[in-house]
């Protein structure tokens, strides 16, 4: 089946550049996903892409799509500290099933 | 993007109780999704909720605990029931506006808490 991974932490400094990494087993994904969740909150869709894709910018997100890889990274220009939250990548897969399969989520800690 | 709202946003049950949440979205939606979040957990989906149709379960979950509505191309319940300390998490109402769009959104959860 499915398999979604990610790094559990990463923290960075106010100003520098976050990237977090994912990476997923099935070939068949149509798209690809981050999420950001704050304490107490839902999920926010920040952006997808494509699987056709490689790159999708969108302000201070970048994401990076390797599919040869099946790597997915968010960049994150400029990290502030309303960023801090955990950060979940998920994938769809082709076909009928319409289910994300989620990644454990990364929790980001901006620092001053 | 959709604006999608659940009532209630958290409850504290007694084991041995149901709990009915309501998802309402802005506007029509072909995909309406549960999905559930364990404490510290990624997120599990349920089902499909099917409008005029019975709900699409995924393994390990049963209609008899998670019976689901969906009456309209809007809104949506999922009652949680017999409820037991294990059921404590976040249940999240997704939606998806046009089928194979891509767009995929998020309810702000229901924090169901069973003691």
């Known amino acids: 089946g499915e398999d979604v991974e990610q790094s559990l932490f990463l923290s960075v400094r106010e100003g520098d550049s976050s990237v977090i990494n994912c990476t997923y087993t099935?070939?068949?994904?149509?798209?690809l996903y981050w999420y950001k969740q704050e304490p107490g909150a839902g999920l926010q869709l920040l952006t997808y892409?494509?699987?056709?894709?490689d790159m999708k910018q969108d302000q201070r997100l970048t994401v990076l799509l390797n599919k040869k890889d099946k790597h997915l990274s968010l960049r994150i220009a400029d990290t502030q500290t309303g960023d801090s939250a955990i950060y979940f990548c998920?994938?769809?897969?082709?076909?009928?099933?319409?289910?994300?399969?989620f990644g454990s989520g990364t929790q980001l800690t901006v620092l001053p | 993007s959709a604006v999608i709202s659940q009532k209630p946003s958290r409850d504290i049950c007694q084991r041995g109780t149901s709990l009915t949440i309501q998802c309402q979205v802005d506007?029509?939606?072909?995909?309406m999704f549960w999905y559930r979040q364990q404490p510290g957990q990624s997120l599990t989906l349920i089902a499909t909720?099917?409008?005029?149709?019975?709900?699409?379960?995924e393994s390990g979950f049963v209609i008899d605990k998670f019976p689901i509505s969906r009456p309209n191309l809007t809104f949506s319940t999922l009652t949680v029931s017999n409820l037991s300390p294990e059921d404590s998490s976040i249940y999240l109402c997704?939606?998806?506006?046009?089928?194979?769009?891509?767009?995929?959104?998020f309810g702000p959860g229901t924090r169901l808490t069973v003691t």
């Open positions: 099935d070939s068949s994904s149509t798209y």
């Open positions: 506007s029509q939606v072909t995909m």
């Open positions: 909720a099917n409008q005029g149709s019975e709900a699409t379960y």
């Open positions: 998920a994938e769809k897969a082709s076909g009928s099933a319409r289910q994300l399969t």
């Open positions: 997704s939606v998806e506006r046009l089928a194979g769009s891509g767009e995929q959104y």
């Open positions: 892409i494509f699987s056709n894709m």
